[in-house]
């Protein structure tokens, strides 16, 4: 399954998928969708390379995350596929909402990069409450630290005290105290500057003169 993929076939492709995971009804479960999750490793495995986790560990936070973004497809999908099939309740997925997440997440690059990143994330939210508090972002930049970690030995990258307080001073735009997805992202992207606003303003003046 490649990019190259026209829309048609993308949909005939999760329609296949949808089926196969059906037991009962025009919908699926959760641990029906948790199935498709299991045997597409894809979806889970960069987490436990990552992450250090268990594969089992990696494949409920990968269905959690899946299912959320599955149930949060456009109202209007299912005139846009052309199926009637209602949006229903949380416990369940429909054929639209399925090809709305293996379409948007799955074959997508850009998506399927998101989706990693959004497991992440989501791997350090304990209480599932959508931010990321003081210990659990305390947690997290332990990753840039571990001796397997790609930013070891990198010059740039500051002390975890000053790592964590240019976290706060540049991603929390609300200066709520907590950070949602959207601020840390650039973050578990691994395309945040790690320089000080101070240390950048020192170099400019160094240049000028």
């Given at each position: 399954?490649?990019?190259?993929?026209?829309?048609?076939?993308?949909?005939q492709?999760?329609?296949?998928?949808?089926k196969s995971?059906?037991?009962?009804?025009s919908t699926?479960?959760?641990?029906e969708?948790a199935?498709y999750?299991?045997?597409?490793?894809n979806?889970?495995?960069?987490?436990?390379?990552n992450?250090?986790?268990?594969?089992?560990?990696?494949?409920?936070?990968?269905?959690?995350?899946a299912?959320?973004l599955?149930?949060d497809?456009?109202?209007?999908?299912?005139?846009?596929?052309?199926n009637?099939?209602?949006l229903?309740?949380?416990d369940?997925l429909?054929r639209?909402?399925?090809h709305h997440?293996?379409?948007?997440?799955?074959?997508?690059?850009?998506?399927?990069?998101?989706?990693?990143?959004?497991c992440?994330?989501a791997a350090y939210?304990?209480?599932?409450?959508?931010?990321?508090?003081?210990?659990?972002?305390?947690?997290?930049?332990d990753?840039?630290?571990k001796?397997?970690?790609?930013?070891?030995g990198?010059?740039?990258?500051p002390?975890?005290?000053?790592?964590?307080?240019?976290?706060?001073?540049?991603?929390?735009?609300?200066?709520?105290?907590v950070?949602?997805?959207?601020?840390?992202?650039?973050?578990?992207?691994g395309?945040?500057d790690?320089?000080?606003s101070?240390?950048?303003?020192?170099?400019?003046?160094?240049?000028?003169?």
């Open positions: 399954m490649g990019c190259c993929q026209s829309v048609d076939a993308v949909e492709d999760s329609r296949k998928e949808f995971l059906q037991s009962d009804g699926i479960t959760r641990d969708f199935g999750v299991e045997k597409n490793p979806l889970w495995s960069m987490l436990t390379v992450l250090g986790l268990s594969e089992e560990q990696c494949k409920e936070i990968a269905t959690d995350v299912f959320l599955a149930l497809a456009p109202k209007d999908s299912s005139k846009k596929s052309g009637k099939e209602a229903l309740d949380d369940k429909t639209d909402q399925f997440f293996r379409k948007n997440f799955v074959v997508d690059p850009k998506g399927s990069l998101e989706f990693f990143h959004r992440v994330f939210d304990e209480n599932k409450n959508g931010v990321l508090e003081r210990h659990e972002v305390d947690e997290f930049l990753i840039f630290y001796q397997d970690s790609i930013f070891k990198d010059h740039r990258l002390s975890k005290k000053k790592l964590k307080k240019l976290v706060y001073d540049k991603l929390d735009n609300n200066k709520d105290g950070l949602d997805f959207e601020e840390i992202r650039i973050l578990i992207s395309k945040m790690f320089t000080s101070s240390k950048r303003r020192s170099s400019t003046k160094k240049s000028k003169s």
